[in-house]
């Protein structure tokens, strides 16, 4: 039995910034992974960024140097860091961990930005 809490995304300008977190709970004895996904209106998911619980991360082209994924897996804990957001990042975002053979996913939250 696991489940999965994600923090509220929200409105945000041009520019601005965002920290997004995600949190595990439950039967948890493997945590092997977490990831960020986002699906756009009308477009694929797509994933955003990775870490493994050996803390090696991963990131889209499209983000890269913009977002920073981090985790605290003794929380069994998530986050993504968004910095310099454009439009075109405007997306509802799901965190995703791998726990043991098993993948699980939140349940999304709307990030806009918008001038």
């Known amino acids: 039995q696991v489940q999965v809490v994600e923090s509220e995304g929200g409105l945000v300008q041009p520019g601005g910034s965002l920290r997004l977190s995600c949190a595990a709970s439950?039967?948890?004895?493997?945590?092997?992974?977490m990831a960020w996904y986002r699906q756009a209106p009308g477009k694929q998911r797509e994933l955003v960024a990775s870490?493994?619980?050996?803390?090696?991360?991963d990131y889209a082209d499209s983000v890269k140097g913009r977002f920073t994924i981090s985790s605290e897996n003794a929380k069994n804990t998530v986050y993504l860091q968004m910095n310099s957001l454009n439009v075109e990042d405007t997306a509802v975002y799901y965190c995703?961990?791998?726990?043991?053979?098993?993948?699980?996913w939140g349940r999304g939250t709307q990030v806009t930005v918008s001038s």
């Open positions: 995703r961990f791998r726990i043991g053979y098993t993948y699980y």
């Open positions: 439950g039967s948890i004895f493997r945590l092997n992974a």
């Open positions: 870490i493994t619980s050996g803390g090696v991360t």
